[in-house]
C-alpha cells in the first residue's frame, strides 16, 4: 500500500511519573505501535481505559513527541518540519479531544471560537466567515442561536458539537477524533456519525476515530486496530474484526456491551416495584405500534 | 472552608435534621415536583426546565434520559443546590426523605451534599483539582465528612480505586488527574461518589470514557451498592444499553419537559412517545449494522423559542393539526405516562 497519510512506525511513548513511595518511576503508556492511516478511511481504535489510546494520538497530533519511533505525515517526519510547515500541518491535522470543555478558552463566544481558525489562516471574507461558521453549526445539528453563548453556557452534548464543528472547519485531511460522541444523546449521535460519514464521503476527509463504543466503532470504521496495555493486539477490516475477532480480550468484548434489547441483560437484580408488561395504560394500544 | 477536592464536597457540619413529613406514600428518597428552572438573559427569561415531576424510591435505579440540551444536568444540579450562576428555581419542590430542599442555607446544603447526596459529574477532568493526588481527593470527603483519620481514609481511598478497577491503585493513587486517561479520572470520581455511602448517588454520566468491559464492571459495582446499602441512583445517561441493563425506572425529557416515564419494560418494549421510539431507532447495535443510523431529523427547539403546541412537532413523524396547536397533557396510566396527542385518551 502505497502513500499512508499517516505513518506510525515503532512508536513508543514513556512518562516519567515520579512517584513518591518509589524511586524515580516511568510509566510506558505506549509500546511499539506500528500502524499507517491511508487517504479517505476511517481508522477505529478500541481499547481498554488506560491503553495508551489518547496517547498515540496526542503523538499523532505533535502534541508530545514519541520517547521512540517516527510519525510521518505525507511522507515527513512531523518531527523535523520548519515552522512553517507545522503551520500547514496544524490546518492539516484537526482534533475533537475527549473532554471539550478544557480546549476551549471560556472567555470568548461560540461564535468567535468557531471563526478564530478561520482568520488564523486567513480564509474568506467576514461576510464568507460568518456563513462558514452558520453552515458547519448546522451540519453538526447546533442552532445558531447558540452563537453569542459561552462554552460553560452551553450543555455538555452541545459543548461536544461545537468541538466537532471547530475541527471540521478548515476542512482539513485528517481529524482525529477522541470519543467524540461519547457525551451525545444517540439521536445527536447519529446525526454527528452520519456527519462523519458524509464528510469523508463527500470532501473525502480521513478519520482516525477513537472510542469505547464498539457499536459506534463498527458503523464507521473501514478498519479497525484493538489496544492493550500499550500495544496493538489486533488490526483488520472492521467486518473481519467482528465477524471473528482472534484476540481473546476482542473476543470478550462484544459480550460486555450493553444490549437495549431486554431479553439481554445482565440485571441481578428485578425491578422492584415496577408494574408487570400488561399492566399499560389505555390511551396506549392507540399509540403506533 | 472549602475541601480541597472541588467546590462540592465541603466539611460536615451537624447532620439536618430528617424528621420525615407524615405522608400517605411512603417517603421517597428524592421527590422534584414541578419543578421549573429559567435562566434570565440580557431581559430574557429562558426556561429550561418546565415542570418537571421525578420520584426515586429507596434502592431504586432511576435512568434519565434525553436530547442533549433538554435540561438533564439541571435538574439533577437542583437537587444538590448547585445551579449555575444566572439560574433560578421558579417553582416546585424538591424533597430529600420527605425534607424540602428549597431554601436551605449554604451550611445546609453543604451537609447534604456528599454526606447524603453524592453527585458524580458530567465532565470528570474539569471537578479534579488538578493540585493534589487522586487518593487524596477521593478519600478526603471521609476525613471532612466523617472525622475519619487520615492513615484509614488513605486505606479507603484505595480500596474504593480498587473496586472501580483501576489496576496498581495504590501506586495510582499517588499520582496527579493529569496523568490519568480519561477514563481513569471518570472511574475516580465514581470512586469519589462512593466513598460516603450516600443515600442518593447522582451520576451525570459516569460511564462515558470507559471501555465496554471497565464499564460493565461500574455497573456491576452500582448495583453491588444498591443492594447491600439500598442506595437510590439517578443515573443520566445517553446510553440506552446502559439504561435497559441497570435502570428499574426511565423518565425521558426533551426541550425541558418530561415526555414520557415508566418502567424500563415499558420504555423499552412498548414506547408511547414517538421521540422515545425515534431514539431506539437511533440506537446502534453491535449485532445490527445499517447503512445509515436513523437520526431523527431537526433540531431540538432552542428554549428561546419553544412552540405554542407539543415541543416535538416539527420533528415527530406522526404529527398532526392538534400537535401544532396546543401542548399534550400528561397521560395517567399504570406508572407509565406520555405526554402526546397520540396517546391521549380521548375525552
Ligand atoms: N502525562 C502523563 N504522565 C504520566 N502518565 C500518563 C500521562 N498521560 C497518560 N499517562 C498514562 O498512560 C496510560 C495511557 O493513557 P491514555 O490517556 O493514552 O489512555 P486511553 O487509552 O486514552 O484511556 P481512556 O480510554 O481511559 O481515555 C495511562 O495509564 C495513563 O495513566
Ligand atoms: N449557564 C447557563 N446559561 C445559560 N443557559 C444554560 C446554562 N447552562 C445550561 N444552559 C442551557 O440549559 C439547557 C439545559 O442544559 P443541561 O445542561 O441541563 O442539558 P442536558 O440535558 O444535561 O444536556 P447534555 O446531554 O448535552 O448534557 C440547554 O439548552 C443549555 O444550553
Ligand atoms: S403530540 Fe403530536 S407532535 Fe407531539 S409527539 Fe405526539 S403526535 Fe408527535
Ligand atoms: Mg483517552
Ligand atoms: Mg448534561
Request: charged share 25%; glycine share 8%.
Amino acid at each position: 500500500m502505497t502513500g499512508a497519510l499517516l505513518d506510525v512506525a515503532n512508536v513508543s511513548k514513556t512518562f516519567e511519573t515520579g512517584r513518591r513511595l518509589w524511586l524515580r518511576q516511568s510509566f510506558k503508556a505506549v509500546d511499539r505501535i506500528s500502524l499507517e492511516v491511508r487517504p479517505g478511511e476511517t481508522l477505529g481504535i478500541v481499547g481498554e481505559s488506560g491503553s495508551g489510546k489518547s496517547t498515540l494520538l496526542r503523538m499523532m497530533l505533535r502534541l508530545i513527541r514519541p520517547t521512540a519511533g517516527i510519525i510521518r505525515f505525507d511522507g515527513r517526519d512531523i518531527w523535523t518540519l520548519s515552522g512553517g510547515e507545522i503551520l500547514a500541518l496544524r490546518r492539516q491535522i484537526q482534533a475533537v479531544f475527549q473532554d471539550p470543555a478544557s480546549s476551549f478558552n471560556p472567555r470568548h463566544s461560540i461564535g468567535s471560537l468557531l471563526s478564530a481558525p478561520l482568520e488564523v489562516h486567513g480564509i474568506g471574507t467576514r461576510e464568507s466567515r460568518r456563513k462558514m461558521v452558520a453552515d458547519t453549526l448546522a451540519l453538526v445539528g447546533l442552532n445558531t442561536s447558540l452563537l453569542a453563548r459561552h462554552p460553560h453556557q452551553l450543555s455538555g452534548g452541545q459543548r461536544q458539537r461545537v468541538a466537532i464543528a471547530r475541527a471540521i472547519i478548515l476542512r482539513p485531511s485528517v481529524v482525529l477524533a477522541d470519543e467524540p460522541t461519547s457525551a451525545l444523546d444517540v439521536s445527536v449521535q447519529a446525526q454527528i456519525l452520519n456527519v462523519f460519514k458524509k464528510t469523508k464521503r463527500e470532501l473525502g476527509l480521513t478519520y482516525v476515530f477513537v472510542s469505547h463504543n464498539l457499536a459506534v466503532i463498527r458503523y464507521v470504521s473501514d478498519r479497525v486496530a484493538v489496544m492493550r496495555r500499550g500495544a496493538v493486539v489486533e488490526m483488520g477490516e472492521s467486518d473481519a474484526i467482528f465477524a471473528r475477532p482472534q484476540h481473546p480480550y476482542t473476543r470478550a468484548l462484544p459480550d460486555a456491551v450493553p444490549d437495549p434489547d431486554l431479553g439481554r441483560r445482565g440485571r441481578t437484580t428485578q425491578a422492584s416495584g415496577a408494574a408487570p408488561t400488561s399492566e399499560l395504560h389505555q390511551g396506549e394500544r392507540r399509540c403506533l405500534k | 472552608m472549602v475541601c480541597a477536592i472541588c467546590s462540592i464536597r465541603i466539611f460536615g457540619i451537624e447532620m439536618l435534621e430528617t424528621v420525615p413529613t407524615p405522608s400517605a406514600r411512603p417517603a421517597a428518597t428524592l421527590e422534584i415536583e414541578g419543578l421549573t428552572i429559567e435562566f434570565r438573559a440580557r431581559g430574557r427569561v429562558q426556561r429550561v426546565v418546565d415542570r418537571v415531576n421525578l420520584r426515586i424510591a429507596p434502592g431504586e435505579i432511576v435512568g434519565l434520559i434525553g436530547e442533549s440540551g433538554s435540561g438533564k444536568t439541571l435538574t439533577a444540579l437542583s437537587v444538590l443546590g448547585l445551579l449555575p450562576r444566572g439560574a433560578r428555581i421558579r417553582s416546585g419542590l424538591i424533597r430529600l426523605s420527605g425534607t424540602s430542599l428549597l431554601d436551605l442555607s449554604e451550611d445546609e446544603w453543604r451537609a447534604i451534599r456528599g454526606d447524603r447526596v453524592a453527585f458524580i459529574p458530567q465532565d470528570a477532568l474539569r471537578a479534579l483539582n488538578p493540585v493534589f493526588p487522586i487518593g487524596l481527593q477521593v478519600g478526603e470527603p471521609l476525613n471532612i465528612h466523617r472525622g475519619t483519620p487520615w492513615q484509614i481514609a488513605k486505606h479507603k481511598a484505595i480500596e474504593l480505586l480498587r473496586s472501580v478497577h483501576l489496576r496498581d491503585a495504590e501506586e495510582r493513587a499517588e499520582e496527579y488527574p493529569h496523568q490519568f486517561s480519561g477514563g481513569m479520572q471518570q472511574r475516580a470520581m465514581v470512586a469519589m461518589g462512593l466513598a460516603l455511602e450516600p443515600q442518593l448517588l447522582i451520576a451525570d454520566e459516569p460511564t462515558t470514557a470507559l471501555d465496554v468491559t471497565v464499564q460493565a464492571q461500574v455497573l456491576k459495582l452500582l448495583r453491588e451498592i444498591r443492594d447491600a446499602h439500598g442506595t437510590s441512583i439517578l443515573f443520566i445517561t445517553h446510553d440506552l444499553g446502559v439504561v435497559a441493563d441497570l435502570c428499574d425506572r426511565v423518565y425521558v425529557m426533551y426541550a425541558g419537559l418530561g415526555i414520557e416515564e415508566g418502567s424500563v419494560e415499558h420504555i423499552f418494549y412498548r414506547p408511547s412517545h414517538p421521540y422515545t421510539q425515534a431514539l431506539l431507532r437511533a440506537t446502534p447495535t453491535i449485532r445490527a449494522v445499517e447503512k445509515e443510523l436513523v437520526s431523527i431529523p431537526g433540531q431540538i427547539p432552542s428554549p428561546d423559542n419553544l412552540p405554542t403546541g407539543c415541543r416535538f412537532a416539527d420533528r415527530c413523524p406522526v404529527a398532526f393539526e392538534r400537535c401544532g396547536e396546543e401542548p399534550p397533557p400528561f397521560q395517567v396510566g399504570g406508572g407509565h405516562l406520555a405526554r402526546c396527542w397520540r396517546c391521549a385518551t380521548p375525552q
